[in-house]
């Protein structure tokens, strides 16, 4: 896996995966930046939230859950000091269908968050407090 990261003009960067996708980094005005694009540290929050989503998503579907939505939301705390890394990270799932089983749904959360999301077990051992939560909805 590959990534690039090319400096564009005040704290902007155009970051490139290897899969040939762009997005646009940047910061506050405050640090240089024009807040034309998401945070360094907003980046690896959504990169989290996708990640244990598709594990989810996809444990789901593998047992024919009837799945229609799935939105995490993601609250983080970070150091009052430089570094200002991650403490804490509370991942919720909002997941939408009919006839849903908690008992389902609580297995897939548990299994992303425990064997099978990279980015979520690499804060973990990295000493970030990460935690799962979830709620059904009924369509």
Same mark, same amino acid.
């Given at each position: 896996?590959?990534?690039?990261?090319?400096?564009?003009?005040?704290?902007?960067?155009?970051?490139?995966?290897?899969?040939?996708?762009?997005?646009?980094?940047?910061?506050?005005?405050?640090?240089?930046?024009?807040?034309?694009?998401?945070?360094?540290?907003?980046?690896?929050?959504?990169?989290?939230?996708?990640?244990?989503?598709?594990?989810?998503?996809?444990?789901?579907?593998?047992?024919?859950?009837?799945?229609?939505? !799935?939105? %995490? *939301? &993601?609250?983080?705390?970070?150091?009052?000091?430089?570094? =200002?890394?991650?403490?804490? +990270?509370?991942?919720?799932?909002?997941?939408?269908?009919?006839?849903?089983?908690?008992?389902?749904?609580?297995?897939?959360?548990?299994?992303?968050?425990?064997?099978? !999301?990279? %980015? *979520? &077990?690499?804060?973990?051992?990295?000493?970030?407090?990460? =935690?799962?939560?979830?709620? +059904?909805?009924?369509?």
């Amino acid at each position: 896996m590959k990534a690039s990261v090319k400096w564009t003009d005040g704290r902007q960067f155009v970051a490139e995966t290897g899969s040939g996708h762009s997005v646009v980094i940047d910061g506050p005005p405050d640090h240089g930046g024009r807040n034309t694009g998401p945070r360094p540290m907003e980046m690896l929050l959504m990169g989290l939230g996708a990640c244990t989503s598709f594990d989810v998503l996809d444990i789901l579907e593998k047992s024919r859950a009837p799945v229609e939505d !799935c939105v %995490a *939301s &993601i609250e983080a705390e970070r150091a009052d000091s430089v570094p =200002s890394v991650f403490t804490k +990270i509370h991942v919720h799932f909002t997941v939408t269908g009919k006839g849903l089983k908690e008992k389902q749904v609580q297995r897939a959360v548990e299994l992303s968050a425990d064997k099978y !999301c990279s %980015a *979520s &077990i690499m804060l973990a051992k990295g000493g970030v407090e990460v =935690s799962h939560s979830f709620t +059904i909805v009924e369509s």
